[in-house]
């Protein structure tokens, strides 16, 4: 038997993204993260959030706006 840990699912991913934008992490779930979650996965989920983010932030303003 091999001693990996489980991969993590892109749900896990998204859920680490999250906390990661909030700035709010204990040590050892990150230390977990790191061996469970796959980097490319990180940096597309991360993408499509910063993308989401700055396209609702525009939307607020043009609401705000109007």
Known sequence: ???QPPRGSIL??????AWAFLGIRK???YQQDLRRLNPLHIIAVALVAVVLFVA?????VHWIVN
Do not use: C, E, I, R
């Open 27 to 29: 040590n050892s779930a």
């Open 1 to 3: 038997m091999d001693s």
């Open 56 to 60: 609702a932030l525009v939307g607020l």
């Open 12 to 17: 896990h991913t998204a859920k680490a993204v």
